[in-house]
């Protein structure tokens, strides 16, 4: 129970110390940013590893930080082969291709009002399908390798981008497409110099929505069929065999590599979108 009670304390000091910073006269400064999501983080950790220390939690119910670093750092090599399989070659192979081919689908349905009207409504049934009920009929066709996963993340990532990349197409004005046809533009110089640029916050916001989709659907797509090797097949395992701190340092690559990824995509987004209203301070 003193463990417990030095928690309430932790808790309390991180909140003060927090609360202070986001009032003081350096709210705003950078380095003020950066220290308050990390004070927050270190104290939740802390929290924690005084919680499950001070209360006895069972390692299988939650174990404590202190041994989730541990296990991660002794299992380094693991850790890396399954990063490589299911993210290098499931997930971001998956996001590139959907992403790429949901781009080029979208100029197509553009321009034609049969693939708008047809296509969309069949994407969003598509896209409210369960991935628990699509990902055991892609690995069944596509093997139990990496390639079942990645037409998993294909399947997941193609819609949102879809949709998204169509919306931002028909951002630009019925003025600025006039003026564009007044200026004797071509249909391709008015979607490069015009609606393209016009349509980049849709097409990042789905390009961001895609990073964590893909992630997702790699990992659960190895739950029904995998070679002896990835995230997905590490979790299942570790969880049968009672292993809860693998499974955790498994967790701990899976947000890294999501935060990763989704920073990369939003600092592109804030370099290519620099002129847009969002972007601005």
Known sequence: ????????????????VNGWLARGPMANTPLVRLAVPLIFGLTILG???????GLN???????????????FAGSLPVLWEDFSQTILKGALSGYVIGCGAAFLMAILVDRSDFLRRGLLPVGNFVAALPIVGTAPILVMWFGFDWQSKAAVVVVMVFFPMLVNTVAGLREATQMQRDLMQTYGASYWQGLVKLRLPAAMPFIFNGL???????????IVAEFFGSPTVGMGFRISTSVGQLALDMVWAEIVVAAIAG???????????????????SQRR
């Open 1 to 16: 129970m003193t463990l417990a009670f030095a928690a309430l304390l932790v808790w309390i000091l991180g909140w003060a």
């Open 47 to 53: 929290v924690w590893e005084l919680v499950v220390r």
């Open 57 to 71: 939690v069972p390692l299988v119910i939650l174990p404590a930080p202190s041994l989730i670093a541990a296990r």
């Open 208 to 218: 961001k929505i895609s990073t964590t989709l893909a992630l997702i659907g790699a």
């Open 259 to 277: 935060s990763v990824f989704y920073g990369i995509v939003a600092l592109a987004e804030k370099t290519v979108t620099f002129w847009h209203p």
